[in-house]
Every structure is written in C-alpha cells, then in structure tokens.
C-alpha cells in the first residue's frame, strides 16, 4: 500500500449534476450570481437574534465576543410529507440530515435522472458535522426518550452514520452507501471515495456532498488570540488582515458517472474529474490540529500525477483558504511546492464569502470550481487587498484577482483543496468539458411534449411558474427541455403538459395555465398525462439529438419542524467572583464549587472532590491552558500557567483564587509538583521560555517512583537583568525548603541544563552532595561565552527560533524581522499552538527567554562538579541559521567533561533539540532512555 491513496485508473470522471443549499443561495444559479457579485453573507446580530440563540448577558459583554455570523435561512423547515416522514420523525431529526435530503434529490434532478427510478446502482457518499441540534435542542426535550438512552427515532434522526444510508433509503438508491468523516476535508473525501467506486465498478453513478450546520446559528463566537475564528466576523483568505475565519452553514451534493458513461446517456457535464488523492499527515508536524506543508504537498502531487495534467495548464485553484495567518502561507508553500510552474494561476476561496463549512467545505470549493470552469469566469476574490506578509505571492506563479476575470484562453484545468483538522488532506483536479461538434436540428416539424408533476396543486402551481421564469432568461431547444422533463423527473398525481413547437409556444403555455387554469391543450399525449398514463419518450418528440439541460427543480413545501431549545437558566451571580476583598476564608467556599463546575465542564468528569487532582482527572498542558484562561476570565485575577499545575485540585485553586481576590495572596514561589512519589526529589530546571510543561508530557513516559518537582521562572525578579548565579542561588534556597539535605538529583534541559550545573555546584559548596545531574541536549557554557545580543538581534533572530519549536512555519527570507517586542507578540499570536494565551502571556515569554539567553552569554562555571553527569545529546544537528544569529557556538557535548570531576556520560537521543520534546513518538524514546539512567544511578 502505497502512501498516498491515490486513484490509478484513467477513465475520467463527468460532474453531470450539482445541487447547493447555501446562505442567499438555494439554487446554482444564485450561488453563481452571488459570486460574480462578490457577495459576503457575513451579517451582524441582533440583540433579537442573540436572546434567540440564548447568549447570557456574560458572553455578550465579553470584549472578544464577534456578535456576526452566517445563517442559512429556514433550517427549521423541511417538506416532511413530501419525503414520508412523519412531523414528529421531522422534529427529532437533524436539519443537516433534512437539508442533505432535499439538496440530493435536487442534485439528481439537475442530473436529469428521476428519483426512485435511476438507471443501474447509484453510491452515496455523505459527510456532516456534529448534530448541536441533537445537543442543544433535543437532549433538553421531552423528545430525547426515556431513561439514559437516546429513542431510536432520535438516535437515528441525528448520527452521522446515517446521513447517507437515509438518502439511500429514501431515494431508492442501491450502490454503496456511506458516510465519510475526516473533519474540514470531509466532503472533498467523499468525493475521492466516490471516484474510487466508479471506477472499480462499484456503482453506475453516484452522490457525493456534506452539509454543516450549527444551531443556534445567531450566537457569534468568542474571539481567541491566535485561534482561527475571526476577530471581526470576517474571512480574509491569504490577505494581510487575515485573522481567522467564522463558520459557516449549507450544503452541496455533486452527481457523478464515468465520463463513457455520460456522454452515452447524453448527460449535461459541467466539469470533469481527472484525478483525487487523500493522505494524512502524519506524525510530520508540531501538534494533532496544526496543517503540514509536507502532507499537503504529497497529497496536491499525488492528485496531480494521478490525473496526468500538466501543473502548468491549471489556471485556477479553490484553495482551502481559511484566512488564518499560519494556515494560508502553509497551504501556499506547499501549493508551489507541488506545482513547479511558471504560467499564472489564480487562486481564490469561497470561505471569504459563505465562511468555513466544514464537512461541506471540500464539495461547495468543487462546485464553485466546476462552474468556473463550465462559464470559463474567475469570481473575484473578496475580503482582500494586500498578501499575508508571510505569502511571497509576487515570487509564485499564483496571483489573487477581487475582480471578474475572463481568461484570455480558454481554461483548462483547474484544482481544489481541502484540508481537515486532524492532518487528512484530499486535492482533485478538474477538466473544462467541451461538448461535441454542433449537434444536427430534429428532423421533424411534429411538437414537443413539455410534463410537468407535483404532488399538490400548489407545488404544481410554483413548478409552472418556476418553467416560465426560467424561459425568460433562456432559449433552449424544445427536444433538449422535452427530454429532461420527460425522463428526469419523477411523475407524481398533480400534472400539467403541453405540447408546442417553439418557446415561444411554450410561454404562453404556461400562461394559460397560471392565468386560466388550462392544464393541457388537444393534443392526446398531453392529455394522457395529465388523466395519469406513462408517456414512453418517443412519445414526446424528436428526442434522437437531445441532451440533458438543467432546468429548475422541484419546489418543495417546507413546514416548520422544531424542538425550541429550551431557555438558559438565570446566570449566577458573579458578585462573589467579582468582589476585590473580602475574607478569604468565607469566599473559598462559595469559589471551589464554582471551580468544580468549570472544571467538570472543561474536563468531562460527572464528579469532582475538592482534593482530586486536576492531572490525575486526565488533564494535561492543553487542557491546563484553557482552564487558566478560564479562571482568568471568570474572576479577573491573574493566574501563570506553571503556578496553576503547583495548584492542581480544586481546594488549593479556589484559596488562591480567594486570595487573590482578597489581597491576601502571597508570591508565588515558582516551584511545581510535578507527580508525587516517595523518595528523594528529582529537581527540574525550564528551558529558555521559563515555563517547565514539558516535564509533564516527560513525566507521564517515567517510571520513576520518586516525587517530581520543577520550577519556573520567578515572578518576583521583575524586569531587571539577571544572572545564572543569581536565579541558581534562588533555587537551591528553594530546593532546601523541599528537601533540606542531599544527596539530590537535578536535571534541565537547554538553558536548564546549564542552569542545574550551577545549582549543583553552589549545593557542592554548601557541603551537599549530587547524586547525579542530567542535561537534556544543553551546550556547554564555552558555546555561549562572547558578546550579548541587543534587542534588535535577539527579535531578528526570533522568527527563526519559533520556525524551530514548529516546523513548517519558517520566515520568509525577504519579510522584515520583528522590530519591536510587539511585534514579535504578534508573530506568537498566529501560531496555533499558542491560541488560548493571552498577550500578558507572550510579553513574558520573549521577554524570559532573551533574558535567559543574555544570561547564558555571561556565564563560565568557577568550578567542577564531583559526581556523574549524564548528557543527553540530540541526534539530529540544531538547526545552524538560529545558533548563529543567537551566536551560539554548535559545540560537541565532550565539551562539558572539562567541567566534570567524575563521569561524564553521553546518550544520544533521536530527535533534535526541540522534537525530543515536542514530538509525539519521539518523548516516549526519551523518557526510556532518562529512566535507564536513573536506574543506574539508584532511586
């Protein structure tokens, strides 16, 4: 099995049908009209429409509250009697599965293929997202069910699992039938599923779509500082502006047939598919939900070598495009990567004007693509004026046009992405379809039979008036419009034909029929249809040159079918977490139950004591961000991050949140529990950054039984300079009051390192002994003996550290370097792994670390230490641009045996400097390797 999966076989793949559900769009015609006209559908909220969606008073007065979004008018209707469903089937049932079900029937419709009687096996192949109707709707009904488990009407109505076995079912569709879920990409998948099945035989045609939509749709979201929702409600894909996106609501579904196939059923073909691939990222990035420029890349090449299309005749690519400042670059790197063209290519995003629609994302970017490609017209793209200083636009073949633009030759080929949280990326390539050579006129002057059919009057009624509204912006031939009426359409009791020689003909058909009520003329095939007879096509004209048309769809008669979800409870009051004094005793209290209930939220756990500690609840660094960015914003206090891990159960949190609400809090210490155990302590000393969170990921891979304790850098050094003897003074101090006596073991890693070499040779001094001392991949002080760094230096070099910690977002050469601490704040802002901290936080983080590092560069040891000393040294090299701008020396690990009286050992360890901590399988290898030192040296 090969890396990628990759379609091989070369039978081309039509798009021979397209139905949209989309915000001012119901139709393809809308959506493209909105597109030419650079619509947004971004709207500003209510406070009418917030107390609909229910936001407390709490969240709305929220500085970071967007009070904006995209709502897909009328979600709660659907036209239940016209699918068989009961109302209350209707009500429990989730309106993305509702709007699925519509949008696909009027998928085939556009296909020319009636419903229930589609030739040969027809796949399914659905993607969604979560049900928050089943979540914020039924489950706080009486309609959820009885007891602990979900009524079968409702457990059915709202999984994803059956999203296209329902389509199936209702539609009488019998191929393959399955729900793809892959996140963001979910539907661009589906898609390369369903190409997969055609061309293995698996099915004759087949539906390919997703739908997203999140109730209530009218909240806003809560803007985070590096997170991907947008701070002012808008998408600004690839622009300078770019500041994360907002979700979005609607659905698409394509029809697809082997290309052999559609021609020989004389299918109308808007696009063909020449080729898809899907892969993962993999373990080849900094985190779970950051995007990989390589995964991206092999995905794009795969697409483009199983479609044979030359990158340099692709014309246009429908980027994933989220407007976030880290993914957008991404995306375009690996774009050019894969390409290697010179010929322009536009490029655009559909997020700017509808939003991020998740599961649908990856089939509406088709759809717009496919109409390119069909009108030979490239939309504008809206929300942008200047790139993303990180995008080198101007050194890319890809140029982004916010006007219409005709191409001066016709347009080819053209591309989608989709990429989804999680690493599985899909990419398709798609062909302009030319159509053959004029086609011959009817050779008969006999009429053309138009049928029309609806189940009421009043449907039949909207059908008509849909017929003649779309004959006044179109003239097509009369055997084309028999034939799709005729054989793409299902027939139903309520009926109306007319038998005409020329639109015009046709008109005044259907006026007679919407002004008199006339609903078929003399001639006998139209009156046999209408008293109910099957009319053979033959019957119906000269169909012998007919194609396929796209003509209106069935009108259906939605209802409202709703469960209200039911109104939030009063807020509690916030007094007592408001209140700046006060007595700490009597506010704990009232603060731990409030603790417990934000970290049983946060955490999913039904029960919590005031002594359970937070980690062993299966909380982690992650989680423990968000829990302190919590706290902050519930009680306004000021809470660091390592001293939150020192705090670890709800007792302890809830007396330093009262004490800090009453002024009665003492400093932090800056000294952290890190796993209790028995024994004598393992002391560890933070890197640079000063924050000591990679031990815990560290920790949880040990074995030993021994209690583990780090620090962080301490608060009440303020400002000023510092030295390594000055902070290592501190901590021995420190570790005195946890253990008064040696032997001790320390350890640290990079700057800590160096940092545990000077606290073991003041405990040395003091008459205490070391029982070993472990340095994770530090460098000796000789590499960073020399001359300081002025601010401006260190912040050049700054770009080049962080594309260090995360790979894939490196500087491009040609941007400026940060110039001020601001802005390098900035630059932590928009990387993803950072999202839930707050500007407080990355001030004190550049600033530690320069800090730290101007301490490195005045500092020699004065003395040896006695004992072992083990070194734990990177195997792959630390990246050179960085050490030189930050003039560190790239110095062998033997360096350090001039300052060891005893044994020097060396372990290399896989991984370099920053990945033997950071990623995921390579901790693990490290931790063994740390445990089997610890083992030698006794616990």
């Not at 009524?151 to 729900?179: C, E, H, M, W």
């Not at 046709?506 to 046999?528: C, K, N, Q, S, T």
């Not at 802005?823 to 500007?839: C, G, I, S, T």
């Amino acid at each position: 099995m090969t890396e990628e999966s990759v379609n091989t076989m070369n039978e081309p793949v039509a798009i021979v049908g397209m139905a949209v559900r989309l915000p001012q769009a119901r139709t393809l015609d809308a959506f493209w009209h909105n597109l030419l006209a650079g619509a947004e559908a971004v709207r500003e909220f209510t406070p009418a429409d917030l107390d609909e969606a229910g936001v407390p008073e709490r969240i709305r007065d929220h500085p970071n509250h967007v009070p904006r979004g995209v709502v897909l008018e009328d979600v709660d209707h659907f036209d239940a009697s016209f699918f068989g469903l009961t109302p209350q089937e209707a009500r429990v049932t989730d309106p993305q599965h509702r709007v699925f079900l519509e949008t696909a029937w009027h998928a085939l419709e556009d296909a020319g293929v009636a419903p229930h009687q589609a030739p040969g096996t027809v796949g399914v192949f659905a993607s969604c997202s979560l049900s928050t109707y089943l979540l914020n709707n039924i489950l706080k009904s009486e309609h959820a069910g009885d007891g602990p488990e979900l009524s079968y009407p409702v457990l059915i109505g709202n999984d994803k699992d059956f999203l296209a076995t329902r389509i199936s079912y209702r539609l009488g569709l019998t191929g393959p039938s399955q729900t793809v879920q892959s996140a963001c990409s979910s539907s661009l998948v589906a898609l390369h599923q369903a190409l997969a099945a055609l061309r293995d035989g698996d099915c004759d045609m087949a539906l390919a779509g997703g739908v997203s939509i999140t109730v209530p749709q009218t909240g806003g979201h809560l803007h985070k500082t590096g997170g991907i929702a947008s701070a002012d409600g808008h998408c600004r894909p690839f622009d300078q502006a770019a500041g994360g996106t907002l979700r979005g609501n609607g659905a698409g579904v394509v029809v697809l047939k082997r290309l052999s196939d559609a021609l020989a059923d004389r299918d109308h073909v808007y696009a063909v598919v020449r080729g898809s691939a899907v892969n993962n990222d993999g373990l080849d990035k900094i985190g779970f939900t950051a995007p990989s420029v390589r995964g991206q890349s092999r995905a794009i090449s795969a697409a483009l070598a199983s479609s044979g299309v030359d990158p340099e005749t692709i014309g246009y690519v429908e980027a994933h495009g989220t407007g976030t400042a880290l993914g957008d670059p991404i995306e375009v790197k690996a774009l050019s990567q894969a390409h290697n063209a010179r010929s322009a290519c536009a490029l655009g995003s559909v997020k700017a004007n509808l939003g991020h629609l998740d599961a649908a994302a990856g089939v509406v970017g088709v759809i717009k693509t496919a109409l390119i490609l069909h009108h030979q017209v490239i939309p504008p793209q809206i929300n942008y004026s200047a790139p993303n200083h990180r995008i080198p636009l101007e050194r890319s073949r890809f140029v982004v046009h916010t006007r219409a633009q005709v191409p001066d030759e016709p347009l080819s080929h053209a591309a989608v992405s989709s990429f989804g949280l999680g690493g599985t990326n899909g990419h398709c390539v798609l062909a302009r379809h030319t159509p053959a050579a004029a086609r011959p006129a009817p050779s008969s002057a006999a009429p053309y039979v138009l049928l029309l059919s609806a189940k009421t009057p009043q449907a039949l009624e909207r059908q008509a008036r849909q017929l003649r509204s779309y004959l006044d912006r179109a003239t097509p031939r009369l055997d084309d419009l028999a034939f799709t009426l005729g054989e793409g359409r299902t027939h139903f009791d309520e009926r109306l034909a007319f038998a005409v020689r020329t639109p015009d003909e046709a008109r005044a058909a259907l006026d007679d029929y919407l002004e008199r009520g006339i609903p078929a003329g003399d001639h006998p095939v139209a009156a046999a249809f209408v008293d109910g007879q099957h009319i053979p096509p033959e019957r119906l004209g000269d169909l012998d040159a007919a194609v396929k048309l796209s003509v209106p769809s069935y009108p259906f008669e939605p209802e409202s079918h709703w469960i209200a979800p039911v109104p939030p409870a009063p807020a509690a009051s916030q007094d007592t977490a408001a209140a700046p004094t006060g007595d700490p005793g009597a506010l704990s209290a009232d603060v731990q139950a409030e603790i417990i209930a934000i970290l049983k939220k946060l955490l999913g756990a039904d029960t919590i004591g005031a002594e359970d500690d937070f980690f062993d609840l299966g909380g982690d660094s992650l989680t423990a961000v968000d829990a302190v960015n919590l706290l902050r914003d519930a009680y306004q206090v000021d809470i660091d991050l390592d001293e939150f891990a020192d705090l670890r159960t709800p007792r302890a949190m809830s007396e330093h949140v009262a004490s800090l609400l009453s002024g009665t809090a003492s400093a932090w210490s800056g000294t952290v529990r890190v796993r209790e155990g028995q024994g004598s302590h393992l002391f560890l000393l933070y890197p640079a950054g000063g924050t000591n969170f990679c031990y815990f990921r560290l920790a949880e891979h040990l074995s030993h039984d021994g209690p583990l304790t780090a620090f962080s850098y301490p608060r009440e050094l303020g400002d000023g300079e510092v030295t390594i003897r000055e902070l290592a003074a501190l901590y021995v101090r420190q570790m005195r009051a946890v253990q008064p006596h040696g032997p001790y073991r320390l350890a640290g890693y990079s700057f800590g390192g160096n940092l545990a070499f000077e606290v073991a040779l003041q405990l040395q001094r003091a008459g205490e002994k070391t029982d070993g001392l472990y340095l994770f991949d530090a460098h000796p002080p000789e590499a960073y003996v020399g001359e300081s760094l002025t601010e401006q230096e260190f912040l050049a070099a700054f770009p080049h550290l962080m594309a260090s910690v995360m790979p894939g977002t490196e500087p491009q050469p040609d941007l400026p370097a940060p110039r001020t601490v601001q802005e390098a704040v900035q630059l932590l802002k928009n990387r993803p792994d950072w999202m839930a901290a707050n500007e407080q936080d990355f001030l004190r983080f550049i600033t530690i670390w320069r800090r730290n590092h101007e301490a490195l560069k005045g500092y020699y040891p004065d003395g040896k230490v006695r004992g072992r000393v083990v070194v734990f040294d990177a195997m792959e090299a630390h990246p050179e641009k960085e050490v030189g701008m930050l003039r560190i020396k790239l110095l062998g690990k033997e360096h350090w045996r001039k300052h060891v009286d005893g044994d020097l050992h060396t372990v290399p360890v896989p991984g370099n400097h920053y990945t033997m901590f950071t990623q995921e399988d390579l901790v693990p290898r490290l931790a063994a390797a740390f445990q089997a030192e610890l083992d030698t040296t006794g616990t």
